[in-house]
């Protein structure tokens, strides 16, 4: 026969692991916290990127001059205002947007982040970023490829490539 604290153990733990399987079974509570990786919205809602395309922006793909980088911005922006969006989520809604090169470009710089950087990210940032000085983001990659032939033992990894790269735009943007 089982002593008696090892029985009560056994029955409060079989209690508790039948209350965490009813929890699991029944729908969530209204009142309930949004899960940890749920969207954050309700049911039946639209995400903000759902709502941002339904104005139909424009895509963005790098190989315009700098006044066509800053109307593409502005058009951004006259959604954003409709739509109440935070940083974050203008990011995310312009990465949308970003085809080609500017797409290539964007993951690329992206993998630099770490997630806390990449998190923190604010919109003004991203557009310096996006602006890349006076020239287009094609023209900017293409002039790197180009001097980087001259000291190709700067860029001979991918790590190297991007410290380069963004040294280069520092310098350009002083």
């Known amino acids: 026969?089982?002593?008696?604290?090892?029985?009560?153990?056994?029955?409060?733990?079989?209690?508790?692991?039948?209350?965490?399987?009813?929890?699991?079974?029944?729908?969530?509570?209204k009142n309930a916290p949004p899960q940890q990786n749920t969207p954050h919205f309700a049911v039946g809602a639209v995400s903000v990127v759902e709502q941002f395309r339904r104005y139909k922006p424009s895509t963005f793909d790098g190989n315009s001059e700098p006044l066509v980088v800053e109307e593409w911005i502005r058009g951004l922006e006259r959604?954003?205002?409709?739509?109440?969006?935070?940083?974050?989520?203008?990011?995310?809604?312009?990465?949308?947007?970003?085809?080609?090169?500017?797409?290539?470009?964007?993951?690329?710089?992206?993998?630099?982040?770490?997630?806390?950087?990449?998190?923190?990210?604010?919109?003004?940032?991203?557009?310096?970023?996006?602006?890349q000085g006076n020239m287009s983001l094609t023209d900017y990659e293409r002039q790197f490829e180009q001097l980087s032939r001259y000291a190709p033992h700067l860029v001979d990894t991918e790590v190297k490539k991007i410290r380069g790269s963004r040294m280069d735009y520092a310098l350009r943007s002083g």
């Open 1 to 29: 026969m089982a002593p008696p604290i090892h029985t009560n153990l056994m029955r409060d733990l079989l209690r508790a692991v039948q209350e965490l399987s009813r929890q699991n079974q029944a729908p969530p509570s």
């Open 79 to 131: 959604i954003f205002r409709h739509i109440a969006c935070t940083d974050a989520q203008k990011i995310l809604c312009a990465e949308f947007m970003l085809i080609g090169a500017a797409g290539h470009w964007w993951e690329s710089v992206s993998r630099t982040r770490t997630k806390e950087q990449q998190c923190s990210l604010t919109w003004e940032q991203f557009k310096d970023e996006l602006r």
